[in-house]
C-alpha cells in the first residue's frame, strides 16, 4: 500500500524519476524522453537564438513570464542558485547553459526581460531569456507540451515544467517547481556531462 501511494505522489507531481539501484552508466537513470523540441527565438539583446547551437551542452529550458506572481520568480530564483553553484563548480557556461521561455511575448520584449533577468542575476552571457513574435511563441510553447491560459485577472495560468536536455539535444528529465532540488539538479546534470 505504501508503495501504491508513494508512486501516486511521483505520478501526481509531474515528476517521476527513472533512478535504477545499479545504472550500468551514470545517466542511465535518467530516461530518454526524445529530442527536445526546436526552438528559434530572439533573446534579450533581440538576436536570433536556435536551441540547435547549444549541442554539447546540457542545458535547462524553463517558461517564465516576467509579471509572475507565482512559480516564475521562485523557479527563476532557484535556477539563479543552481547557476552560482555551477560557476563555483566551473561548469557554467562551459558545459552548461539555461534558456527561460517567455509565455508572454506581447509584454515580454528584450528590454523587459533583459531588466527581469538582472534582477535575478542571471549571468547574460549563458542564460538566455527569449520572446519573439506571438504566433512563433506559441508554436514553441505548443511544442514543448506546455499551455499558458488567461486569466480574468490579467495573469496566466501555466504548469511549471522545467526541461533537462542533453549534450546531444535530448529530453532526459523534466521537473516540477517542487522537484527542482539544487543537489539532485546538479547531480543529474553531473550524470549527462559524465555518460
Known amino acids: 500500500m505504501k508503495l501504491l501511494v508513494s508512486l501516486a505522489v511521483l505520478i501526481g507531481s509531474g515528476s517521476i524519476l527513472c533512478r535504477g539501484a545499479e545504472p550500468s ?3 542511465s537513470y535518467l530516461a530518454d524522453i526524445g529530442p527536445a523540441p526546436e526552438v528559434k527565438l530572439i533573446d534579450a539583446e533581440g538576436k536570433p537564438f536556435d536551441l540547435a ?50 509565455l508572454d511575448p506581447t509584454r515580454d520584449t528584450p528590454k523587459i526581460l533583459t531588466g527581469y533577468a ?5 549571468d547574460p552571457a549563458h542564460w538566455y531569456f527569449l520572446t519573439g513574435p506571438a504566433e512563433q511563441v506559441a508554436r514553441v510553447i505548443a511544442a514543448w507540451g ?28 523534466i521537473y516540477s517547481l517542487e522537484f527542482l532540488k539544487i543537489d539532485q539538479v546538479l547531480e543529474d546534470i553531473r550524470a549527462l556531462l559524465e555518460d
Open 53 to 102: 547551437a547549444r549541442r554539447g551542452k546540457v542545458v535547462l529550458v524553463s517558461f517564465i513570464f516576467t509579471t509572475c506572481g507565482g512559480t516564475c520568480p521562485a523557479t527563476t530564483f532557484r535556477l539563479g542558485q543552481v547557476q552560482r553553484e555551477l560557476q563555483k563548480k566551473g561548469l557554467w557556461g562551459r558545459q552548461v547553459e539555461f534558456v527561460s521561455i517567455s
Open 146 to 173: 506546455m499551455w499558458v491560459k488567461p486569466l480574468e485577472s490579467g495573469s496566466l495560468d501555466h504548469p511549471s515544467r522545467i526541461f533537462l536536455v542533453d549534450p546531444s539535444g535530448h529530453q532526459r528529465e
Open 118 to 122: 538582472r534582477n535575478y542575476q542571471a
Open 25 to 27: 552508466s551514470r545517466s
